[in-house]
């Protein structure tokens, strides 16, 4: 949903594919006081609300909320900010790596992707692009809007 905060719908990437989710793109004090999660099984966290918060946030909304009320959380992050969450929180969450790729309508479906660690160059990851799981705009259609505060 590109114009709200916070959305319901099936999570349609990574495994936990299928499962009703709540997703929060912007902290909202007023709805997370009425704790709108305890509706869901999966609390996904968009990277752009990853962005913002703070040390204080990972631990009293992230840590003490969520994950102490047993959710299932999925923080979406970009590979140069997972620094920012804490190693204590970064083992309880499922994390999605987000990686921007500007030349990936370049790729094969036989080319191979490989994710290197440049301190341990011998120790690669790697995946053929055509393995990995394509999301599509129809995949979003059960998407429903919950909340967008006025701008």
Not at 60 to 75: A, F, G, I, K, P
């Amino acid at each position: 949903m590109f114009n709200c905060d916070f959305w319901e719908g099936p999570e349609v990437e990574g495994r936990l594919k299928g499962l009703k989710t709540l997703f929060i793109r912007k902290r909202n004090e007023h709805l997370m006081r009425g704790r709108i999660w305890k509706q869901f099984p999966h609390v996904f966290l968009s990277h752009k609300l990853v962005g913002t918060l703070t040390p204080e946030d990972w631990y009293s909304w992230v840590y003490l909320q969520l994950l102490e009320d047993n959710r299932l959380v999925t923080v979406e992050i970009e590979e140069k900010d997972l620094v920012l969450v804490p190693v204590d929180i970064r083992s309880r969450v499922h994390l999605m790596i987000r990686v921007q790729c500007y030349s990936l309508n370049l790729f094969k479906p036989t080319d191979t992707i490989v994710l290197a660690d440049p301190e341990d160059p011998h120790h690669p990851r790697t995946i053929t692009y055509g393995c990995m799981e394509e999301t599509r705009v129809a995949d979003y259609q059960n998407d429903q809007g919950l909340f967008r505060e006025p701008e």
